[in-house]
């Protein structure tokens, strides 16, 4: 039954391959260039570089606005619905992957309802990289009735939604999201040393990091006033902000802007300590990985799943109450003072290596579903 299965990947967010920065498109592009990737068909919008070879595309037109919106109920758009209609034959099952697009599985609900699909030959696996599943009416009926599996971030996710739904069928797992530790790594003092002095940084400055998005919730205006007392306390001390367009004009801060992935893991390893001040109920927490394996000191905000990828302290420091400036405050000079012994994150965890080998197993099993 396995060979007469064939997977459809669906991102109507952005194309991939992806021409721009972007932490997700870029593990997924590591998967589809290996040679054991499991993909048949991908669903997205037309790439603006040399797309992945052989696979099937199906082109949609690019509409970030569109991620979680009922496609049957918006105007002139692709309807990803008769693309998928047009994809199924009828000797062969498929999977279709759908990534965090709540709105996306109420069309196909449609499908199933009217009888245009069956779930007997198509089932839905549903990648949620956030922490809180955001269902409600429509939405969450189509869900529970449509969807075939969950796959989440961590365990603490599975957990949280698991006792928020009275009813939820779907089987579930978790896959930690995984990076190219090859690329992220620590580097010897020399390289260190030379791109501290592209940067005009004294060698001997403390320098601290953030990097992320320019929203509230991001944590970068509380990054900011936590500054504000840091580099009166420690004066010689460096702030790279990495990943915003915004220039910030305060002692100490070194304004870096957007980085391609490619040249993001210099600055991790120049870092002495990486802050991950976020204020929102995170999923996963890619940079505090791509941090840790490259030797920075992590001090983070115990939300969402974060603690899980942490371990719960064992690789870095946990702030209970991360809207509290003095509980950052507190850390940042424990750091100085008597800073905490971390253990190191073992090889290959959270790698993209061991990403590709879970989302096989999934899509493997998934298979056996079918009877």
Not at 24 to 53: A, G, Q, V, W
Not at 149 to 157: E, G
Request: aromatic share 12%.
């Amino acid at each position: 039954m396995e060979d007469n299965v064939e997977v459809i990947l669906i991102y109507r967010q952005d194309p991939l391959p992806y021409h721009s920065i972007g932490s997700r498109t870029e593990l997924y592009k590591r998967y589809i260039e290996s040679e054991n990737h499991l993909i048949d068909h991908i669903i997205c919008p037309k790439p603006k570089i040399e797309p992945f070879k052989n696979l099937k595309y199906h082109y949609i037109k690019s509409n970030p606005n569109l991620k979680n919106k009922i496609l049957s109920k918006v105007k002139n758009t692709n309807t990803i619905a008769d693309i998928v209609l047009s994809i199924v034959k009828p000797k062969t099952k498929y999977i279709v992957k759908i990534i965090d697009d709540t709105g996306l599985v109420v069309d196909f609900y449609k499908l199933y309802q009217t009888g245009k699909l069956n779930k007997n030959q198509v089932k839905i696996i549903f990648f949620y990289h956030g922490f809180e599943l955001m269902l409600n009416g429509i939405k969450e009926k189509s869900f529970i009735e449509s969807v075939s599996h969950v796959v989440y971030l961590t365990n603490l996710s599975y957990q949280y939604n698991k006792s928020k739904f009275n009813v939820f069928p779907s089987t579930a797992s978790v896959i930690h999201n995984g990076i190219d530790v090859d690329k992220f790594k620590a580097i010897e003092k020399e390289r260190q040393l030379n791109f501290k002095n592209e940067l005009k940084i004294n060698p001997q400055d403390p320098i601290f990091m953030w990097c992320s998005q320019d929203r509230p919730k991001k944590g970068i205006d509380l990054t900011l006033q936590i500054w504000t007392q840091i580099i009166k306390k420690y004066k010689n001390a460096k702030l790279l902000i990495v990943g915003i367009d915004r220039k910030i004009k305060m002692n100490g801060v070194i304004n870096i802007g957007e980085v391609p992935n490619q040249d993001l893991p210099k600055y991790y390893q120049i870092a002495d300590v990486y802050l991950f001040t976020t204020l929102c109920k995170e999923g996963f927490g890619l940079t505090l990985i791509e941090a840790l394996y490259c030797g920075c000191y992590c001090i983070a905000s115990d939300y969402g799943g974060v603690s899980e990828v942490l371990e719960h302290g064992k690789y870095g420091k946990l702030i209970k109450n991360p809207h509290f400036h003095q509980e950052w405050l507190d850390a940042v000079d424990q750091y100085f003072e008597n800073p905490l012994s971390f253990v190191a994150l073992p090889k290959g965890k959270y790698s993209a290596e061991s990403w590709t080998q879970e989302m096989n197993t999934l899509l493997i099993n998934i298979k056996s579903y079918f009877h």
